[in-house]
């Protein structure tokens, strides 16, 4: 099926259309969501909500650009939205107006899929998690970003490069123990 009578046999309501376009779409939006969580529950959560979403806001989808990306907009902000309304994360999310720390422009040069990236990111702090994620993989700017999470556009970016030097961080200790790892193996 064509992604244009895709959308609109789920617009005229096809239960099989809709599904058919959930499971085409759900796992990838699975990651997306998991992204911004601290459990695969909560992802599945905020899928389900933002599946929700999708189906009562498709004949808002204008066709000029791809359905995909139009579906993951929804999961980031749907995403954003479950993180600031419970208060697990809402705790998590308070930042405090500090010093910028300095950042290290270094790449390091590690070798790494994008399944072991995932869950580095995953494992800062859930502020840092969230900038990072909404940021430099999503590509918001930082004025749309601290609009989302209603935060000081200078406290972003703070929390953003802290983020980006906490990642960079562990990569090379990532890179160091895959070494040490490699050189004993030789001997």
């Known amino acids: 099926m ?3 009578e895709l959308i609109r046999e789920c617009l005229n309501g096809s239960r099989i259309a809709q599904h058919f376009l959930y499971n085409k779409y759900a796992g990838l939006m699975l990651g997306t969501c998991y992204r911004y969580t601290k459990s695969m529950a909560d992802a599945e959560d905020i899928l389900q909500e933002g599946f929700i979403k999708v189906f009562t806001k498709l004949h808002q989808f204008k066709n000029n650009g791809e359905l995909g990306a139009w579906i993951r ?3 980031v902000n749907t995403a954003i939205t479950y993180i600031n309304k419970h208060n697990r994360y809402k705790r998590e999310l308070q930042v405090d107006d500090v010093a910028v ?6 790449n390091p040069d590690v070798l790494i899929d994008t399944k072991q990236l995932v869950e580095i990111i995953r494992e800062l702090p ?3 998690q ?3 994620n909404l940021v430099g993989v999503e590509g918001y700017s930082h004025v749309e970003v601290a609009r989302l999470l209603n935060m000081n556009e200078n406290t972003l970016r703070s929390q953003y490069n802290r983020a980006r030097t906490m990642l960079i961080n562990r990569l090379k200790k ?3 123990s895959s070494e040490n790892q490699a050189y004993a193996g030789r001997i």
């Open 2 to 4: 064509q992604e244009k």
């Open 73 to 75: 907009r929804i999961m």
């Open 101 to 106: 720390h300095p950042v290290s422009d270094d």
């Open 126 to 128: 859930l502020i840092y």
């Open 130 to 132: 969230t900038v990072f």
């Open 174 to 176: 990532m890179n160091n």
